[in-house]
């Protein structure tokens, strides 16, 4: 029967639409009136309206009565609006036919309409990226948690104010990105929409509007572009009862540098009653159905353990925190009750998604002025004790447990951190000022950390984003932790400074440039009051890098008095390594490094073959090499060894060499032999070695085919790291400062070389 049915029902659409085609095509139209509806189908869901446009010639049609039928008057039913538009209203669930006819039945056509039985509602945010903030993350959960069937879009253009949106729609731009979440969940984006097209494309439900963030407390963009707006899009709208949305941003961090926080004298609360005052005189004026308050909810927010800590970069909502509560805020403006919605983010606790709801749903009851949220203002208590390191690993390339991955800046925060032995900590990482973003440089280590830790990290151009920050939340308030920093990039001049801020505070420096094996350690902080460590990541003060670049790789979190989990070298070196520096190769024993690039070495032999575990890397650059040394010498070594040698000079005025997995609990010798033939001047050259103690020695190169520079009784450091710094010597009278290195050698302490 329902087969049956269902070809009856196909073959009157097929002798409808030739009936249409047949009144329509049939005769010549270029002297006779005509009609056509705007759509040729139309698709809605049972209770949803629906508002069709006839679309009739100025010729003779515009004078006549139009009728409005639906074939299957149990699918939908239509009421005239107008003369030549009318509404639909879906009843249930199928397919049918829309007819609209002049009253003289001279005119008329068809289009097909299609009913779904579940109801979507559909919210089109046009704005920026503060309206991605606040819908483009959590509102869909939210709502699909709550049974809702939802499609948000975001007409997306940074930055953008309402002058600018006016001037996109008045003249039909294409400049935006269509940020589009259907009712499945799936995210897309289209890019080169305009606002014509996307507001008649989908029967929208909700239309919101928002200035730019610095003109958002300052009446005149929302009086002068508002009502044309909104006109423009009540014109497109397909729907008759679509409600617009004004979006209330969110006063600036504290401490925001944004240049427009001086119009507000840099005044958190100066620039949000500012806001408040603006947007509640604007809907006022422009006649706005409805306020979202999700700057509202923010300040709310600011008065609990959370403070001043909504933002990510002093303006733009955090990942976590600050976008979830906006998100409510949309929830409980629209569907009501957030309180009672059941969805929390896989990264929070229960408390903190209590925390971001209650924010929103006091923001809509009391919307223009502060809600105190006095239950929040200490976090919930994490009493876990951390006994085992907490590994986490910054970067795209994940890596095995038991680290935890954070693999980019942009993602939500990440909770329940795993510590080595398993255990769920419940403390959570998110990025609390931006990052650039990640890179990928397949670097190597010496640390025993798996390859995918040391080869991507998150970075900054410091030129550009002078800052970075992470926070280490939930933690134990009462436990004092150590964080050990690890990052390594092949570039130089790299220094990043980290800055672990709680209760106390430390400060630690790292070379990044073609780092092996170096990490730094900053003891014993104590979470703040609200069980956070601030990690704020800078360029360092010897940070000499064309773009000021930092980052961080890796990072570890170890209980108070727990030593950094690497294991040091045991390796006892009983003969010398080797090593020929420049393009001429040298037989063994000799170790062969051509050119000072960002190539590392690892497991240098000494000079039985036997691999030492010894690694090195430049890790300050040297401009090149070259073949001007001495070839014969008197010291016995191959003439391929004396000739070519790396150099720099004032370009780069200290260059350095670093030794990784030496024995911290040995001593040794270093010889260093430099020459540069057919001169005349003072090329003296410094080698500086520091390990847990320092020494240096000073060797003219100029002419050199008898000399070695020796240092004695270096101890490298706890982690087994020697650093060699190379550099002109006090004596060097060279205009450019010209400074070589030939060779080295590595041998025990005291070793006889003439044995």
């Given at each position: 029967?329902?087969?049956?049915?269902?070809?009856?029902?196909?073959?009157?659409?097929?002798l409808?639409?030739?009936t249409?085609?047949?009144?329509?095509?049939?005769?010549?139209?270029?002297?006779?009136?005509?009609?056509?509806?705007?759509?040729?189908?139309?698709?809605?869901?049972?209770?949803?309206?629906?508002?069709?446009?006839?679309?009739?010639?100025t010729?003779?049609?515009?004078?006549?009565?139009?009728?409005?039928?639906?074939?299957?008057?149990?699918i939908a039913?239509?009421?005239?609006?107008?003369?030549?538009?009318?509404?639909?209203?879906?009843?249930?669930?199928?397919?049918?036919v829309?007819?609209?006819?002049?009253?003289?039945?001279?005119?008329?056509?068809?289009?097909?309409?299609?009913?779904?039985?579940?109801?979507?509602?559909?919210?089109?945010?046009?704005?920026?990226?503060?309206?991605?903030?606040?819908?483009?993350?959590?509102?869909?959960?939210?709502a699909?948690?709550?049974?809702?069937?939802?499609?948000i879009?975001?007409?997306?253009?940074?930055?953008?104010?309402?002058?600018?949106?006016?001037?996109?729609?008045?003249?039909?731009?294409?400049?935006?990105?269509?940020?589009?979440i259907g009712?499945?969940?799936?995210?897309?984006?289209?890019?080169?929409?305009?606002?014509?097209?996307?507001?008649?494309?989908?029967?929208?439900?909700?239309?919101?509007?928002?200035?730019?963030?610095?003109?958002?407390?300052?009446?005149?963009?929302?009086?002068?572009?508002?009502?044309?707006?909104?006109?423009?899009?009540?014109?497109?709208?397909?729907?008759?009862?679509?409600?617009?949305?004004?979006?209330?941003?969110?006063?600036?961090?504290?401490d925001?540098?944004?240049?427009?926080?001086?119009?507000y004298?840099?005044?958190q609360?100066?620039?949000?009653?500012?806001?408040?005052?603006?947007?509640?005189?604007?809907?006022e004026?422009?006649?706005?159905?409805?306020?979202?308050?999700?700057?509202?909810a923010?300040?709310?927010?600011?008065?609990?353990?959370?403070?001043?800590?909504?933002?990510?970069?002093?303006?733009?909502?955090?990942?976590?925190?600050?976008?979830?509560?906006?998100?409510?805020?949309?929830?409980?403006?629209?569907?009501?009750?957030?309180?009672?919605n059941?969805?929390?983010?896989?990264?929070?606790?229960?408390?903190?998604?209590?925390?971001?709801?209650?924010?929103?749903?006091?923001?809509?009851?009391?919307?223009?002025?502060?809600?105190?949220?006095?239950d929040?203002?200490?976090?919930?208590?994490?009493?876990?004790?951390?006994?085992?390191?907490?590994?986490?690993?910054?970067?795209?390339?994940?890596?095995?447990?038991?680290?935890?991955?954070?693999?980019?800046?942009?993602?939500?925060?990440?909770?329940?951190?795993?510590?080595?032995?398993?255990?769920?900590?419940?403390?959570?990482?998110?990025?609390?000022?931006?990052?650039?973003?990640?890179?990928?440089?397949?670097?190597?280590n010496?640390?025993?950390?798996?390859?995918?830790?040391?080869?991507?990290?998150?970075?900054?151009?410091?030129?550009?984003?002078?800052?970075?920050?992470?926070?280490?939340?939930?933690?134990?308030?009462?436990?004092?932790?150590?964080?050990?920093?690890?990052?390594?990039?092949?570039?130089?001049?790299?220094?990043?400074?980290?800055?672990?801020?709680?209760?106390?505070?430390?400060?630690?420096?790292l070379?990044?440039?073609?780092?092996?094996?170096?990490?730094?350690?900053?003891?014993?902080?104590?979470?703040?009051?609200?069980?956070?460590?601030?990690?704020?990541?800078?360029?360092?003060?010897?940070?000499?890098?064309?773009?000021?670049?930092?980052?961080?790789?890796?990072?570890?979190?170890?209980?108070?008095?727990?030593?950094?989990?690497?294991?040091?070298?045991?390796?006892?070196?009983?003969?010398?390594?080797?090593?020929?520096?420049?393009?001429?190769?040298?037989?063994?024993?000799?170790?062969?490094?051509?050119?000072?690039?960002?190539?590392?070495?690892?497991?240098?032999?000494?000079d039985?073959?036997?691999?030492?575990?010894?690694?090195?890397?430049?890790?300050?650059?040297?401009?090149?090499?070259?073949?001007?040394?001495?070839?014969?010498?008197?010291?016995g070594?191959?003439?391929?060894?004396?000739?070519?040698?790396?150099?720099?000079?004032?370009?780069?005025?200290?260059?350095?060499?670093?030794?990784?997995?030496?024995?911290?609990?040995?001593?040794?010798?270093?010889?260093?032999?430099?020459s540069?033939?057919?001169?005349?001047?003072?090329?003296?050259t410094?080698?500086?070695?520091?390990?847990?103690?320092?020494?240096?020695a000073?060797?003219?190169?100029?002419?050199?085919?008898?000399?070695?520079?020796?240092?004695?009784?270096?101890?490298?450091?706890?982690?087994?790291?020697?650093?060699?710094?190379?550099?002109?010597?006090?004596?060097?009278?060279?205009?450019?400062?010209?400074?070589?290195?030939?060779?080295?050698?590595?041998?025990?302490?005291?070793?006889?070389?003439?044995?």
């Amino acid at each position: 029967m329902k087969s049956l049915k269902i070809t009856l029902r196909f073959l009157v659409l097929i002798l409808l639409v030739f009936t249409s085609c047949k009144d329509d095509f049939s005769v010549d139209l270029s002297n006779k009136p005509f009609v056509r509806m705007t759509k040729t189908s139309v698709s809605i869901t049972a209770g949803e309206k629906y508002t069709i446009k006839a679309s009739v010639d100025t010729l003779g049609s515009a004078s006549k009565t139009f009728n409005w039928t639906i074939l299957n008057p149990e699918i939908a039913s239509i009421e005239p609006s107008g003369n030549q538009s009318a509404i639909i209203t879906g009843l249930s669930e199928g397919s049918t036919v829309i007819k609209v006819e002049s009253a003289d039945g001279e005119l008329k056509y068809f289009s097909d309409l299609t009913v779904g039985e579940e109801r979507i509602i559909k919210i089109l945010a046009i704005g920026n990226s503060f309206s991605e903030d606040a819908i483009e993350n959590y509102l869909y959960d939210l709502a699909n948690s709550a049974g809702y069937k939802v499609m948000i879009g975001n007409m997306y253009i940074g930055g953008q104010s309402l002058e600018g949106h006016w001037k996109n729609a008045s003249e039909n731009n294409s400049a935006y990105q269509l940020r589009l979440i259907g009712p499945d969940g799936v995210k897309n984006s289209f890019n080169d929409r305009n606002l014509m097209e996307v507001i008649a494309g989908e029967n929208w439900d909700y239309i919101s509007f928002q200035e730019v963030s610095q003109l958002s407390g300052i009446i005149d963009g929302y009086q002068e572009f508002l009502p044309q707006l909104m006109a423009y899009a009540a014109n497109l709208t397909t729907n008759p009862e679509v409600k617009f949305i004004i979006h209330q941003t969110w006063a600036y961090a504290k401490d925001s540098n944004h240049f427009g926080f001086p119009t507000y004298d840099s005044n958190q609360m100066t620039m949000y009653n500012a806001i408040v005052d603006a947007v509640w005189k604007a809907k006022e004026m422009a006649g706005v159905d409805l306020v979202v308050p999700s700057g509202t909810a923010i300040q709310n927010g600011r008065t609990t353990y959370m403070g001043d800590k909504f933002t990510r970069d002093g303006y733009h909502l955090n990942l976590s925190m600050g976008r979830f509560t906006a998100a409510s805020a949309w929830f409980e403006s629209i569907f009501g009750n957030v309180l009672n919605n059941t969805f929390v983010p896989n990264m929070f606790s229960e408390y903190d998604a209590l925390l971001a709801k209650t924010a929103a749903s006091e923001a809509v009851k009391t919307p223009k002025s502060v809600t105190q949220l006095t239950d929040f203002k200490y976090p919930e208590p994490n009493e876990f004790v951390l006994t085992a390191p907490l590994f986490i690993d910054f970067g795209g390339v994940e890596s095995p447990a038991p680290f935890n991955n954070f693999k980019h800046p942009n993602d939500q925060k990440v909770g329940g951190l795993t510590d080595m032995a398993g255990n769920n900590s419940n403390f959570a990482i998110e990025v609390s000022q931006s990052f650039t973003g990640t890179l990928s440089r397949g670097l190597q280590n010496v640390l025993g950390l798996p390859r995918s830790v040391s080869e991507d990290m998150f970075f900054s151009d410091g030129k550009f984003v002078p800052q970075s920050g992470l926070t280490l939340s939930n933690l134990n308030r009462n436990q004092k932790y150590t964080l050990v920093f690890y990052g390594s990039i092949n570039d130089n001049r790299t220094e990043t400074e980290f800055h672990a801020v709680g209760r106390n505070e430390g400060i630690g420096y790292l070379d990044n440039d073609n780092n092996l094996g170096k990490l730094v350690v900053i003891e014993n902080i104590q979470p703040a009051e609200d069980a956070t460590i601030s990690i704020r990541i800078k360029p360092g003060p010897n940070n000499e890098h064309w773009n000021l670049f930092f980052g961080v790789n890796a990072m570890m979190v170890l209980p108070e008095g727990m030593s950094v989990p690497v294991q040091p070298s045991s390796f006892e070196l009983l003969r010398p390594v080797y090593i020929d520096l420049g393009l001429r190769l040298s037989a063994a024993p000799f170790y062969n490094i051509e050119r000072p690039n960002n190539d590392p070495h690892f497991d240098l032999p000494d000079d039985s073959g036997t691999n030492t575990g010894i690694a090195l890397s430049f890790t300050a650059a040297f401009n090149g090499e070259n073949q001007s040394g001495a070839f014969t010498n008197t010291l016995g070594l191959p003439g391929e060894v004396t000739v070519d040698a790396i150099w720099s000079d004032n370009a780069n005025p200290k260059s350095a060499v670093t030794l990784y997995r030496l024995n911290p609990n040995k001593k040794y010798q270093f010889v260093f032999f430099g020459s540069r033939n057919g001169v005349t001047d003072n090329r003296e050259t410094r080698y500086e070695v520091i390990g847990s103690n320092t020494g240096e020695a000073l060797l003219n190169a100029s002419n050199n085919n008898s000399k070695t520079a020796v240092v004695s009784g270096i101890q490298p450091t706890a982690d087994g790291i020697v650093d060699i710094k190379v550099s002109a010597g006090p004596n060097n009278n060279n205009g450019s400062r010209f400074y070589y290195l030939n060779s080295l050698f590595i041998a025990p302490d005291g070793y006889n070389f003439a044995q």
